[in-house]
Structure formats: structure tokens, C-alpha cells
């Protein structure tokens, strides 16, 4: 009897739970984010979450859209697929939210691939190695179905591409690629034996790494072999600071290396120590210094003023302004569409794609039904390490 | 062309020795446990992980030095070994084998989980022990740290191998390894070796740890593939012997080179552990074990 009274109470808890959700949801329009919040990567998301407030407070103060306000609803995917499957369907179904922000990994962002074309809903990762241009989107082009999925980052493709381009302005023809053994290595791989060809380098050693090794001299000595005037690839972590400080034993500090974006941070700049000669990167803007950017660039102001917002709102800074802006442009991208089309998921991806000049905090997107980054290559950038900052070079 | 191509094979076989001199330290340790208490145990990665990580910490301290701070991490992760046998090893395992087994592997995830709690994800980096960067040999270079690493390893084999020939305490371990009842009636403190044995293992995996951190950093993470490679290299060489496990992590790290250096990086582990399966099919005490009796 008492165990009846308890389901009872229960169902009837419920009951009011759900209701009270679908009033709520009535004068609201719901933003769902599901980034992982905890664990190694949990900062990540935290900085989007973080990016993403703003857009919707800036948002609000101006009346929201048509007069309701804007909320986010997360839930914490702690970077594993199960629970971002999971959180997806949850904001869906029960939260009624009306695009999706996040998830970060690659694994996650494939898992819930099949829920976004199912419930028409728009949604947006963060890591490069995403092969949403490169696969995905030719897959459903084939297939004649839409896609969902954004991913706004520069990505690992781009990232070759843009570093293969800077490369032949530099007249360097002897590019040797050194990555990890693991997904992120395979597709870096490929793109830079894509572009390689593409722009005229000749690609003379692929060497792979495991990343949990102690010493890569064996790699790098045969990459010595191959007689490079270019290295790339995309290590990351503590790693990358054995391989460069490899290359440097093996006497080839003046050879310029490319590593990942991961890496773009004051802390790997320190551990790095003495070894930090003729180390390259590629980025969109938000990652340099704003002082850097030239007067006559839009989006130095653009830039300077999403940072400015930030510290007044969150009274601190990031961990990174670039994973900041990543969530900033995605509400914002959320935002704009909805004033546009309103909030039907179908009607939010078209607009979305058709939109040429998009003025985000990390860049100027430009979307396309084979280009669902929209990070072009102008709006990128060629980094190097110069005293114990990430500078732009020509 | 012909140059080139021998100071390329001298350079694998160089880098081979890198990583084999550090895997022998893990399985110094590890064969030394097991040589003393028949413990196979799991969490040796994680003192060399605790000796690098206790030692930057150490070294950091305003006006400490590099030598006071390596003999602080040393002490404290000796007295951890000390702590983990008296706390858990001694306590839980009662001499099952696989209970212990379960109790060394519950112990690596718990002094991960603690360092991941007081040093998060990060690597650290930590100044080198030699001025140089690096030794040139036959047109190839290593790495300068290479040297003292090498040295230590087999310094402490030496010593090790001194310690069980000749005093009294090594006789009694040895004792207690191999007839551990026997070894009780004649007096022997069975449970004091098991103690000493941790300690020094403990102690030795803290000095590979603060010895690798100059050459690839230390992360929170960082014990488990080295102990993996140690541990297998240990069994190839002859579990319990301790210049088996020298040699048997130096056979892993020349293996590891020359394969991804003369193969291919994606299929070095499948040579090596295709070797090293060879090697238990055709002598399954290891290299320098003994017929079991």
C-alpha cells in the first residue's frame, strides 16, 4: 500500500514536471547544448557554454526573438557518445529545444548524426577532425538527404590546405608528414597528400607515431633521411614536444614544422623550453593576439569587442578565446536564423546554408551545401612561435 | 648514399636503446617484486609516474635545487611503495595470487586517480641533467639524457645483483621467493622482505621516472604503457631475474625501433609482441629464467 502511494506521488510529480516544462517551454524558445562538462576535455565545454551565454544575453537584452527569450538547457555529454546520444534526445523530446550546440568529440558529433536528420534539427561540433565536409556532406549529397551537422572550426582539411598554400608561396617543395596513430593522423594524412598534389609539393616521408610512445627519433630520423625542406602534420599534446625536440637533436631546427591547433597555448610554448625554433600553426584569427591584427581588418574590432563583452559578463577570461567564440558564433548562428526563418529545424538549416558573409567572433563564415565549416582559407591564418607567443606570419 | 644509410641504421638501433633503457627500469622493479614476494605487480608504471611528477613539483619549490628535489621524490615515492604494501598488499592479499594481482591493478587506477587530482591533465616538463643536448656516434645523434639513464640502469643492476649475492638480506629475499615456508621457519621475516622489496621497487621506479621526464615529460597517465612494455620486457628476459628484465626491455626497445624504423609505425607493436610471443613459445621461463623445478 505504501509502496502504491509512493508511484503514485511519483507519476504524479512527473506529471507536473512534464506539464510544467511544456508552459515553460510556451513563452520561451529553447536552446539545447550538449558538450562534455567534465572530465580531461570539460574545460572545452565549459568555454562554449561560456561563448554561447553571452550570444543568448545579448540577444535577450534586444527582446529576444519576436519577444521571447532565449534560454540554454545543457546537459554535460562528458565526451562519451552513449550520454550525448542520449542528452540529444532528451532535449528534443522533452526540453522541445530548437537546435543543438555541441558535441565536441568526433565520436560523439557521428552518434547523434542519425537523430539530427531524424528530428530536423540543426546542430554544431567543435573538433576538426569532424569529416563533415569531406564525407559526410558528399555522402548525403549522393543520397539526396539534408544535413544537420555544422562543425565551426577550421578543421584538420582546412588547416592542410591552408598550410600547403603557404608552403608554395614560400617556395618550399619537399614536404614530409609525421602523425598520430589514431583517426585525427589518417585524415591529416590524406588531406596533406590531397593538397600536396593540388598545389605542387612533393610529399617524400609519412611517418606515423604511436602517442603514447617516449622517443620518436626513429620517425624523425627517417624523415631526415627523406630530406624535407617542410614538415607537417598534426601532433598534439606531449607529444609534439618530444617530436620537436627530436627533430632539433637530429640537427633539423631550421626545417619549419607544422604542428596541431591543440597546440595553441603558452603552456606547450613552456614546455617546449629552448626547442621552440621555426614551429608553425594554422588558425583563424580569434587565436592571435589582437594586436596583432592590422587596423584595417573588420574583424580585429569585431574581435576586441566579443572580448570585452566576455570579461564584463563572465568578470574573467577563458581558458581559450577561441572555444569561447566557437559557442558564441554557434548561438549566434542559432539566433540570427531564428529571427530570419523562425524556429522551424528545416527552414534554420537552409537559411544557414545560404548564408555567403556571416559575421561571427572567430571568423567571417561562409556556407555552402559542400561546406559546412565556413572558414575559408583568407580567413585563416599561418602562426609561429616568437618569444613565448603565437604570432602571425605572412 | 652507403653512409647515409648506416648512420640511419645506427640511429634506430641508438633510439631503440632510449626507450629499452627506460622499459628495463620498469621491469627491474617489477621483476624485483616478483622475485621477493611472487606479486606481479600492476602499479609499478605509476612510481616512475609519482618520481617524475613528485620531482618537478620538488624542483619547482622556490630555492629548491634539482639534486634536493630528485632525492625528496625519490624518499617519497619509496615511501609510498612502503605505505602501499603495509596498507593494501599486506592487508588484502594474503598471498593469492590473483586477489594480489587485482589489488597492484586497483592501485595503478588509485595513484592515477590522486595524481590526476593534485596535477590534473597537464604535462610537465623538467630541465635536463646534462648540459649537452645530444651525443653524436657513427653520423647519428641521441639524446645526451640517454647517458645517465643508461648508466643508472645498469648501476642498479649491479647493485641489485651485489644486494641478492651477497648480503644477508639478499639471501633472505631470495629465500623467501623461493620457499616461503621454509623461509619462515628459519626465522626469516617473510612479511619485512615483502615490505623491502616494495621499497626498493618503488624507489628504482621513481629514479626511471624522474630520469625519462627530461626526455619525454611527465602526464598522470603516463605509468601505464611504460609498464606494459617494462612488464612484457621482464617476462621475455626471465621473471625474476634482474638482468633478464635489463635485457629483456632493451630487447623491446630495439625491436620497437628497428620495426617502425624499417617497417612501418603502425605495425611495430604487432612485430614486437609477435617476437616476443616466439621467444615464451620456444623458452617460456624468459631468456635468463630458470626451469621451473
Redesign the interface.
Known amino acids: 500500500m505504501k509502496r502504491r502511494g509512493a508511484f503514485v506521488a511519483m507519476a504524479i510529480a512527473a506529471v507536473l514536471v512534464f506539464t510544467a516544462g511544456a508552459l515553460y517551454a510556451a513563452d520561451t524558445i529553447i536552446l539545447g547544448a550538449n558538450y562534455g562538462m567534465t572530465g580531461?576535455m570539460g574545460w572545452i565545454g565549459g568555454d562554449c557554454v561560456d561563448g554561447a551565454n553571452l550570444a543568448i544575453d545579448q540577444a535577450n537584452k534586444k527582446g529576444g526573438i519576436k519577444g521571447k527569450q532565449i534560454e540554454l538547457v545543457m546537459y554535460d555529454s562528458k565526451n562519451d557518445a552513449d550520454t550525448a546520444r542520449t542528452n540529444f534526445e532528451k532535449l528534443v523530446k522533452r526540453d522541445k529545444a530548437i537546435a543543438i550546440l555541441g558535441p565536441v568529440s568526433n565520436q560523439e558529433t557521428e552518434t547523434v548524426l542519425p537523430l539530427s536528420d531524424k528530428n530536423a534539427i540543426v546542430y554544431t561540433a567543435v573538433s576538426g577532425g569532424v569529416q563533415v565536409n569531406e564525407r559526410i556532406l558528399p555522402e548525403y549529397k549522393k543520397e539526396g538527404k539534408k544535413c544537420y551537422l555544422w562543425a565551426l572550426t577550421v578543421g584538420t582539411a582546412r588547416q592542410g590546405e591552408v598550410f600547403a598554400v603557404w608552403a608554395k608561396k614560400k617556395g618550399f617543395k619537399r614536404l614530409a608528414l609525421i602523425d598520430p596513430?589514431d583517426q585525427m593522423g589518417d585524415l591529416s594524412t590524406a588531406t596533406y597528400e590531397q593538397y600536396a598534389k593540388k598545389y605542387g609539393l612533393e610529399v617524400v616521408a609519412k611517418?606515423?607515431?604511436?602517442v603514447?610512445?617516449?622517443?620518436f627519433?626513429?620517425?624523425m630520423?627517417?624523415i631526415k633521411?627523406a630530406n624535407p625542406d617542410v614538415i607537417a602534420g598534426m601532433p598534439s599534446?606531449?607529444?609534439t614536444?618530444?617530436i620537436v625536440?627530436?627533430r632539433?637533436?637530429?640537427?633539423m631546427s631550421h626545417i619549419p614544422f607544422k604542428v596541431s591547433d591543440a597546440n595553441l597555448s603558452k603552456?606547450f610554448i613552456?614546455?617546449l623550453?629552448e626547442n621552440t625554433k621555426n614551429i608553425y600553426n594554422v588558425a583563424a584569427k580569434i587565436q592571435i593576439p589582437p594586436d596583432y591584427l592590422k587596423d584595417s581588418d573588420s574583424q580585429k574590432k569585431v574581435i576586441m569587442d566579443f572580448q570585452k563583452a566576455f570579461k564584463t559578463k563572465f568578470n574573467k577570461e577563458p581558458k581559450s578565446w577561441f572555444f569561447a567564440s566557437v559557442g558564441y558564433d554557434t548561438a549566434l548562428m542559432y539566433i540570427k536564423a531564428m529571427e530570419a526563418v523562425g524556429t522551424n529545424g528545416a527552414k534554420m538549416r537552409d537559411w544557414i546554408e545560404k548564408q555567403k558573409a556571416f559575421q561571427g567572433a572567430q571568423a567571417v563564415y561562409s556556407w555552402s551545401d559542400s561546406d559546412h565549416r565556413g572558414i575559408g582559407v583568407e580567413q585563416c591564418v599561418v602562426m609561429m612561435i616568437k618569444g613565448d607567443d603565437w604570432v602571425p606570419v605572412d | 648514399m652507403e653512409h647515409g644509410l648506416l648512420s640511419l641504421y645506427v640511429q634506430f638501433v641508438l633510439s631503440g636503446l632510449t626507450m629499452g633503457t627506460i622499459y628495463a627500469m620498469v621491469g627491474i622493479g617489477f621483476s624485483f617484486i616478483y622475485r621477493v614476494t611472487t606479486v606481479l605487480n600492476f602499479a609499478q608504471g605509476e612510481f616512475l609516474m609519482l618520481g617524475g611528477m613528485f620531482a618537478i613539483t620538488m624542483n619547482s619549490i622556490p630555492g629548491s635545487s634539482l639534486g634536493l628535489a630528485v632525492a625528496a621524490a625519490i624518499l617519497i615515492v619509496t615511501a609510498i611503495g612502503i605505505l602501499f604494501h603495509r596498507g593494501a598488499i599486506r592487508v588484502l592479499g594474503k598471498a593469492e595470487p590473483v586477489r594480489m594481482i587485482l589489488i597492484t591493478i586497483a592501485g595503478s587506477m588509485f595513484f592515477q586517480g590522486v595524481a590526476f587530482l593534485i596535477w590534473g591533465t597537464d604535462d610537465y616538463a623538467m630541465p635536463s641533467f646534462l648540459k649537452a643536448q645530444t651525443i653524436s656516434f657513427l653520423g647519428a645523434v641521441v639524446n645526451a639524457q640517454l647517458l645517465p639513464i643508461f648508466v643508472t640502469a645498469v648501476l642498479v643492476t649491479f647493485i641489485l645483483k651485489i644486494f641478492f649475492d651477497k648480503t644477508i638480506w639478499g639471501k633472505a629475499t631470495t629465500a623467501c621467493a623461493e620457499r616461503r615456508e621454509a623461509s619462515m621457519l628459519m626465522g626469516i621475516n617473510v612479511d619485512r622482505m615483502g615490505m623491502l622489496s616494495f621499497a626498493i621497487s618503488a624507489g628504482i621506479g621513481a629514479i626511471g621516472g624522474i630520469l625519462i621526464t627530461p626526455v619525454c615529460l611527465m602526464q598522470y597517465q603516463k605509468g601505464v604503457p611504460l609498464a606494459i612494455k617494462g612488464i612484457a620486457g621482464a617476462v621475455v628476459g626471465g621473471l625474476g631475474n634482474i638482468w633478464g628484465a635489463m635485457l629483456g626491455g632493451l630487447i623491446m626497445g630495439l625491436l620497437e625501433a628497428l620495426s617502425a624504423g624499417v617497417v612501418a609505425s603502425y605495425l611495430s607493436d604487432i612485430i614486437v609482441f609477435i617476437v616476443l610471443m616466439l621467444v615464451l613459445f620456444l623458452k617460456p621461463q624468459g631468456l635468463l629464467g630458470k626451469k621451473a623445478s
Open positions: 580531461t596513430l611517418e606515423r607515431y604511436d603514447k610512445g617516449t622517443d627519433t626513429t620517425q630520423s627517417k633521411a599534446g606531449g607529444p614536444v618530444t625536440k627530436n632539433d637533436q637530429l640537427g603552456s613552456t614546455l623550453g
